[in-house]
């Protein structure tokens, strides 16, 4: 496994309440790469194509404001996408938002069976692997939150949710959750700006798959561009998140 292959947060183990049964997850949570950089201009590092601007922070966050584990991707998705099925084709992406990802001997363009296998090996496999055993060890009761974040704007035109919430067809938790972020006064996305319904992707493999309440939840980057800011957004979700967990029980 490589080194850092990503981040652990342990829960407290004090917690013993409904909401330290939640396991956090951040998938885009590093701009990371190997030495050399696959040859990108470093620039590029600090944008949305190498990594959820915002989200790690987040992510942190509210695992310590609940005292629940988390974990989060410790790499790049341009060297991996810890939020794809080990054979989807845009595992390994070669071009991200215009940019080309260059790469350098063993770079994306050049990535061929054999390099993507040993990335899924050093990279993919030890995070989903982690996940599927905190999942175990917290049992029948535990819920996936996925944190995400998106650009203010896409291809020129401006996005006009503040937060999306992202689900398959298990909505006991991104239902209830839609409303009382719509109640707080949040212009919320109902599966945007992007779909929930990705098989293969990681609440598919950990939540649909294990029958587990999941959502991803999505939040607009430039409300948690900085440290400070994650922080602040931290402490009005928490709460409204505390509202939906609650929601969903009481329609158990």
Not at 48 to 57: L, N, Q, V
Not at 72 to 86: E, F, P, Q
Not at 226 to 235: G, N, P
Request: charged share 20%; glycine share 8%; aromatic share 6%.
């Amino acid at each position: 496994m490589a080194e850092n292959a990503f981040e652990t947060i342990p829960g407290r183990s004090d917690q013993k309440t409904v909401n330290s049964r939640l396991l956090f997850l951040c998938d885009h949570a590093s701009n990371r790469l190997p030495e050399g950089g696959l040859g990108l201009d470093p620039a590029l590092l600090a944008t949305h194509i190498a990594y959820d601007i915002g989200a790690g922070a987040l992510t942190r966050a509210l695992a310590k404001a609940y005292g629940a584990p988390a974990l989060l991707g410790g790499w790049s998705r341009l060297l991996i996408d810890l939020n794809r099925g080990a054979d989807d084709p845009t595992l390994v992406m070669k071009l991200s938002d215009g940019s080309i990802i260059p790469g350098n001997v063993s770079g994306n363009p050049d990535a061929d069976a054999a390099e993507v296998a040993r990335r899924i090996a050093a990279y993919h496999a030890p995070y989903h692997a982690a996940i599927d055993a905190e999942l175990n060890r917290m049992g029948k009761d535990a819920a996936v939150i996925s944190m995400h974040s998106f650009t203010p704007a896409w291809k020129g035109r401006p996005r006009p949710w503040q937060v999306g919430v992202l689900y398959d067809r298990d909505t006991r938790l991104s239902a209830p959750l839609m409303a009382r972020l719509a109640e707080a006064g949040f212009t919320v996305g109902d599966n945007e700006p992007y779909t929930g319904a990705l098989e293969g992707d990681t609440l598919y493999q950990h939540g649909t798959l294990r029958g587990l309440p999941h959502v991803l939840i999505e939040i607009r980057q430039d409300l948690i561009a900085s440290e400070a800011a994650a922080q602040e957004f931290a402490s009005r979700l928490k709460p409204i998140l505390d509202l939906a967990i609650s929601d969903m029980h009481r329609q158990e």
